[in-house]
């Protein structure tokens, strides 16, 4: 909002249209949490058509539902002089100065508009964008990435683009048999965390992980740590069951939301000691070692 200068009052006008327009057509509404540490958890909320309600079970599932024993754990962290987070999410919602849909940010009041887009990823990130700014408001640095332990060694925070490989190597369990038998892997997450710089620890904001589908084959074990999937197909087997079928072969970008259970996990841990940094491009080696930073 704070950079829409002139045209503040063009795309407030559409904002409070489509608001209206969503009004007239039945909806729902999902409380949940974000942050899984008792320094950090936010309440947030999502607020849809009903005919998103796939979306709006993903988000539920992807971060902290508002019941037991979550929503005690939030009675109990340390109160944030913040407003909720607030995502309002119109699929349907069309316009033809932007066809590719629209989204507008207020990151003083927490609030997120998401216009015309379908896709539960635009939810997930629009809700992390909000937790990420009140983190920085607290002190903290906000991370897209992935970190983990390895035995008792100070946690390696990954960091790359979509589809550089962040998420394969914090979910490493051996590194392709490269560690000790005693080097045990706890993974915190793979995508999003918070580092507080004043207490020295980093907290996890989901507590479910958000991965591709395009490796995972037919009967691939990982399929029972799945909570939800997204682009895939179906098909029924001759016995009646419904399985599902991956590998992008319905669509592009197959997605799960799966348990972290499927390894060691924590929710929090030290702030990272070690930086990995994943890059595509040729500007530097592919292996590099920083020994100073001076």
């Not at 048999?177 to 620890?201: P, Q, R, S, Y």
């Amino acid at each position: 909002v704070r950079e829409m200068g002139k045209d503040k009052d063009k795309y407030l006008g559409l904002l409070g249209e489509a608001i209206y327009n969503f009004n007239r057509r039945p909806g729902l509404w999902l409380e949940g949490t974000v942050g899984l540490h008792p320094d950090f958890i936010v309440k947030a909320h999502l607020l849809s058509p009903e005919t998103d309600a796939k979306n709006m079970l993903d988000w539920g599932i992807n971060f902290s539902p508002w019941m037991k024993p979550w929503s005690d754990l939030y009675k109990e962290s340390r109160m944030l002089d913040e407003p909720d987070i607030l995502v309002f999410a119109d699929p349907e919602w069309l316009h033809p100065d932007f066809p590719n849909g629209l989204v507008i940010i207020d990151e003083a009041q927490n609030c997120i508009a998401i216009l015309g887009l379908r896709y539960f990823g635009e939810r997930k990130k629009g809700t992390l964008t909000l937790a990420w700014t009140i983190g920085v408001r607290q002190n903290m640095v906000a991370c897209h990435g992935g970190i983990k332990k390895i035995g008792n060694k100070p946690p390696i925070a990954v960091f790359g683009l979509s589809g550089s490989g962040k998420s394969s190597i914090t979910n490493s369990l051996d590194h392709e048999g490269t560690l000790k038998k005693n080097e045990k892997v706890t993974v915190i997450h793979d995508d999003a965390f918070l580092i507080d710089l004043e207490n020295n620890f980093t907290i996890a904001l989901e507590p479910s992980l958000f991965d591709k589908t395009d490796a995972v084959t037919f009967d691939d074990p990982i399929i029972k740590y799945f909570y939800s999937a997204q682009n895939v197909g179906t098909t029924i087997l001759p016995d009646g069951k419904r399985k599902i079928v991956c590998e992008d072969i319905r669509n592009d970008n197959g997605r799960c939301i799966k348990s972290r259970g499927m390894f060691n996990h924590a929710d929090f841990c030290e702030r990272p000691g070690k930086v990995i940094w994943l890059q595509k491009d040729t500007s530097l080696p592919p292996i590099c070692k920083i020994n100073s930073v001076s």
